[in-house]
């Protein structure tokens, strides 16, 4: 796995998985960003992340792909710390990220609050 890479394997895919963060996932929120996490124990894979734009809040097609685009660039560049807390703990993560913001997304705002959710998950799971 690329230190600033995101691979294959990295992409949340699976519908079965998506569902069932959605029923039994933990959340976070700090504006825009809202985060769907659930903890897996004792994986050897990384961990997984999906993003999301809604259909209904950003009506064409290429206001959630730039949103999408945005939100995939500051996952990468801010995964690195997370990614080694994880393998620490030994355990990985099924993410999904929401923007749930203006269509006028700011790089900047979005990568302060994935870096403070990405820290509260690896901490609030390190406590325990």
Known sequence: MKQFGFGKAEKLKSSKSISEL?????SEFEF???????????????S?????ASKKKYPKAHQRNRIKRILRETYRLNKSDFSKM???????????IVY??????????????????????SNSNQEK
């Open 22 to 26: 959605f029923t039994r996932g933990n």
């Open 32 to 46: 825009p960003i809202k985060l769907i996490f659930q903890k897996l124990e004792n994986s050897g894979i990384p």
């Open 48 to 52: 997984k992340v999906a993003f999301i």
């Open 86 to 96: 994880s393998i620490t703990l030994n355990c990985s993560y099924n993410l999904i």
């Open 100 to 121: 749930v913001g203006d269509v006028n997304i700011l790089f900047d705002k979005t990568e302060k609050a994935i870096k403070s959710l990405l820290l509260k998950v």
